[in-house]
């Protein structure tokens, strides 16, 4: 789970760039807020596509 959490891992790198890494267990009201399909206990990356997607996912600091 380290290369995928924020301390050095994958979000540290992907966040500036606009793109989210989503769990389905801890992030479910987010991804069901963005209209996102998952199933259980999946990750999904994330790349806001509108306005208001991005304003989301930087207020949930997901993204940078």
């Known amino acids: 789970m380290k290369r995928i959490r924020r301390n050095g891992g994958a979000?540290?790198?992907l966040a500036p760039k606009g793109i989210?890494?989503?769990?389905?267990?801890?992030?479910?009201?987010?991804?069901?807020?963005?209209?996102?399909?998952?199933?259980?206990?999946?990750?999904l990356s994330v790349q806001a596509k509108s306005?208001?997607?991005?304003?989301?996912?930087?207020a949930a600091g997901h993204i940078d």
């Not at 987010?30 to 999946?42: A, D, I, N, S, V």
């Not at 306005?51 to 930087?58: G, Q």
């Open 11 to 13: 979000r540290d790198l």
């Open 20 to 43: 989210a890494i989503l769990y389905s267990e801890t992030d479910r009201a987010l991804m069901h807020q963005l209209g996102l399909q998952f199933g259980f206990r999946e990750f």
């Open 51 to 58: 306005d208001d997607h991005y304003r989301i996912l930087k």
